[in-house]
């Protein structure tokens, strides 16, 4: 099973700035990484996948980067509505279909 | 509109059996793998199952094999899984998920791209 780790687990960011989430792999999972939004009440949200591709409806400032097993999330210019939590997910050495433990992103 | 919509949860006691459906509509269900996801209270995510568009392959996390089953209808877009003996432990929100359109993917390894608000299930005595 491929252990996703992500890094930090809270962090604080002004409105305006840049945030950078953080999520490893056990072992390469190639370019095949998703990261998920989730809102208090809500279900996740895909917003990239193929580790850099947004999915359909999420605005530019959301980017994905990295392969392998080390991977990044950057959201610039940040909106109150980018306030959740980031979910990491490898999908290509399956079962399982594994999941970081989440980072919360929350208004400093 | 893509949508998912999942019922069936509900507070059953320890021992007991539970079955959860997802209902699709607005896309074509039957060229889509299907999975299910859960959340325990405060938690992360965490795979519970998932199948195949045909039905044919299915697959299961450990905490659940042997005492969920999950299955399909395609002639009524609908995805189920039937939760036996459950514990406290699998207490949790159930979210089903579409697997993405295999051309978007590569080497048909795709994310979860569609989800349902999810169905919560208490299981406590």
């Known amino acids: 099973e491929i252990v996703m780790t992500q890094s930090p687990a809270t962090l604080s960011v002004a409105p305006g700035e840049r945030a950078t989430l953080s999520c490893r792999a056990s072992q390469s999972v190639s370019s095949n990484l998703a990261w998920y939004q989730q809102k208090p009440g809500q279900p996740p949200r895909l917003l990239v996948y193929g580790a850099s591709t947004r999915a359909t409806g999420i605005p530019a400032r959301f980017s994905g980067s990295g392969s392998g097993t080390e991977f990044t999330l950057t959201i610039t210019s940040l909106q109150s509505e980018d306030f959740a939590v980031y979910y990491c997910q490898q999908y290509n050495n399956w079962p399982p279909w594994t999941f970081g433990q989440g980072t919360k992103l929350e208004i400093k | 509109q893509e949508q998912l919509v999942e019922s069936g949860g509900g507070v059953v006691q320890p021992g007991m059996s539970l079955r959860l459906s997802c209902a699709a509509s607005?896309?074509?269900?039957?060229?889509?793998?299907m999975h299910w996801v859960r959340q325990s209270p405060g938690k992360g995510l965490e795979w519970v199952a998932t199948?195949?568009?045909?039905?044919?392959?299915?697959y299961y996390g450990d905490a659940v094999e042997g005492r969920f089953t999950i299955s399909r209808d395609n002639s009524e877009n609908r995805v189920s899984v039937q939760m036996n003996s459950l514990t406290t432990k699998d207490t949790a929100v159930y979210y089903c998920a579409r697997k993405m359109e295999a051309y978007h993917c590569i080497g048909g390894s795709c994310p979860f791209d569609l989800w349902g608000q999810g169905a919560l299930v208490t299981v406590s005595s």
């Open positions: 199948i195949s568009y045909d039905g044919k392959h299915k």
């Open positions: 607005g896309f074509t269900f039957s060229t889509h793998g």
